[in-house]
Each structure stands twice: as C-alpha cells, then as structure tokens.
C-alpha cells in the first residue's frame, strides 16, 4: 500500500468543457481559492491548442502538415514534436510497428485522414495501398538526436492519432497541477486521468468504455493518479458489403485491422502511453495482443468477437486492479 493521496487544494469540483481535435473535452478540477474558473480554463485550452498546432494534419499550418508536405531532407522538431515521436518510435520498436507514427498516407487512403471519407465507401485498389505502403514505415524513419530531428525520405506522413489525444490529456493535467489543481480528471475524447482525489476522499470514479455486445455489464474504475485510455472499432469506421473497416490501420497489410479485436482499454501512469499501447494491442489482436500485454505487466481489457460471440481477456494486472477495487 503506498501513501494515501494529499488532501485537495478546496471544497469545490470545477466543472469546464468544450472542444477540441474534433471531440469534447470536459474537466473535473479542485483548485485553490485564487484560481478562477477563467485562469483553469485559458491553462487548459492553451494547452489544447499547442497540441493542435503540433499534431493536427487538418491544420494546414500544423507542424505535422508541414513535415508531410516537406521534401526530402533533415527537419530539426519543436521539443514537444520530438518527444510523441520519440515515445512512438520507442513503442514501435516494442511492438515490432504495430505502433507506427508513419502511417498518415494509409489514413488518407482509407478516408480517415483530412481530406475525407472515400467516396461512395469504395475501396482502395491493391495498387493504392502498395503505393502508400511505400511511402510508409517507421524503418524507414531516421531521427537526429544531436539536431532533435527526423529525417524526411520524401513522400512520408506521420500520422499520431493513436497517441495524441493521451499527449493532451497529460499536458493538461500538468497546466492544472502548476497552477495548484492538483485533484482533477481529465477527459479528451474518452482518453482519461485522474489526480488525487475528491474533497469528501473519494477517488474519481469513471465508467469504461464498452463495446456494443460487451460480455460484461458496466465496470466502474477508479482514477486515482492512473490513466485509461480505449481503442474501439465501433468509434470511426465505415461498411463495404458487409464488413466493418475501422480507422485503426494495420502497417503490415496497410489495411484496416481485421482480427475481431472490437475493443481494448489500458491503464497507465501516462495518458500518451495508454493511448498507443491500447493501439498497439488492437492491431496485434487477440493472441499476441494479450500476451504482449502480460509480458510488459500492462493492466489491459481486450474484447474480442468470435464466432461463438464476444469474449474478454483480461490481464493479470488489470485484474488486480479489480481486486483492489472491490477490496476499497
């Protein structure tokens, strides 16, 4: 048992939302008495807008787009681009790429991307996804430590939003935390952290995400300096003939995933991580997803549909995490 949480900075629970990276962001905070909900609110939405700024290729002036359009050549990264991609490359060397930061050229083919859903759903021809798969990779990524730089092939798009959201989320709990709201939840699109702990010594109960056809009821979780974060099929995809084809790309086909993963939430200290390794496991699917899991000791949820319906693998981590809830 390690020591109880400190006491909230106040009594009350600010509550403030709004939007971003094209979800809803919603904030518990418990602030000193002199920070007002306007101070909370322009800490938390700067941070949302440097994210933006960094990560989003549906801002044409975005550090990312700017690298995507760049031409062959070294470009030298801001600090806070340098570390997701950092954090990506190191994962993708762990999971053997099904983390892949160089995937943005598959995302657009497969209308996930910023110029749009596919016409009429019709899919990529063999030869689209060749050509995109060419210009994909995290192989083929160089970075220059010395000059905090990533080296460009040409033709190459990262891509990080199986990461970005976690990273915001982070960011913002920090901004709060320096301003002394050291209690919060933080919610980015359904990517979560919790802080300390609530006036009257609860911890910050959340409900996780389930999918539809979810063998178990509702679980309820308690976010207590950990974060979850979920990668759900049924989140943004589309239907061709039948079949479901979601946003969570396969580098090694170049292909949505099709492994009857439907959904996987994670638990960890970092929002950023939980975000890509719930990625990394969708994409490495029902038999080596759970065992990548255990083997790095990740408290990790994975659903999966079968032909004989929904079934659930839960590591031994996140079991003990139930444990300690219920034992709470």
């Known amino acids: 048992m390690g ?12 509550r403030l939302g709004g939007e971003t990276m094209g979800t809803t962001w919603s904030v518990r905070a418990v602030a000193p008495s002199g920070v007002d909900d306007a101070t909370l609110t322009v800490a ?8 933006v700024a960094a990560f989003s290729p549906w801002d044409r002036s975005s550090e990312i787009s700017r690298f995507n359009a760049a031409p062959a050549g070294i470009w030298a990264l801001s600090q806070a681009f340098w570390t997701v991609l ?9 999971t053997d790429g099904a983390v892949d930061p160089t995937l943005g050229a598959l995302v657009d083919l497969w209308g996930f991307g910023p110029t749009g859903p596919r016409i ?6 063999d030869e689209e996804v060749d050509e995109a798969l060419a210009a994909s990779g995290w192989q083929k ?11 460009q092939p040409g ?13 915001a989320v982070d960011r913002v709990s920090a901004a709060l935390t320096r301003l002394g709201a050291t209690s919060h939840l933080v919610e980015i699109g359904g990517e979560m952290l919790g802080k300390g702990v609530k006036p009257d010594g609860q911890p910050w109960w959340i409900g996780l995400e389930e ?16 974060a979850v974060a979920t990668s759900g099929d049924w989140r ?16 090694r086909t170049g292909r949505p995933i099709d492994n009857g993963v439907t959904s996987v939430t994670v638990f960890h200290a970092s929002a950023m991580i939980a975000d890509a390794w719930a990625t990394a496991l969708t994409v490495l699917g029902p038999k080596a997803g759970p065992a990548t899991a255990e083997a790095y000791d990740l408290a990790a949820q994975m659903v999966v549909r079968t032909a004989d319906g929904v079934v659930e693998h839960l590591t031994p981590a996140f079991v003990a995490m139930m444990d300690e809830d219920d034992a709470a």
């Open 44 to 51: 938390v939405q700067t941070e949302l807008d440097a994210v």
């Open 120 to 125: 009429g759903a019709v899919l990529p021809s």
């Open 211 to 226: 999918p539809p056809g979810a063998p178990s009821s509702r679980t309820v979780a308690a976010l207590v300096d950990i």
């Open 86 to 94: 950092d954090a990506s490359m190191n994962l993708a060397d762990d």
């Open 155 to 167: 033709g190459m798009k990262l891509d990080f939003s199986g990461i970005a959201k976690g990273h």
């Open 236 to 251: 943004r995809a589309f239907e061709h003939d039948g079949r479901l084809y979601p946003h969570t790309i396969d580098g």
């Open 141 to 151: 990524l160089r970075l220059s430590r010395d000059a905090r730089g990533a080296m």
């Open 3 to 14: 020591a109880p949480p400190s006491r909230p900075p106040g009594d009350d629970v600010r």
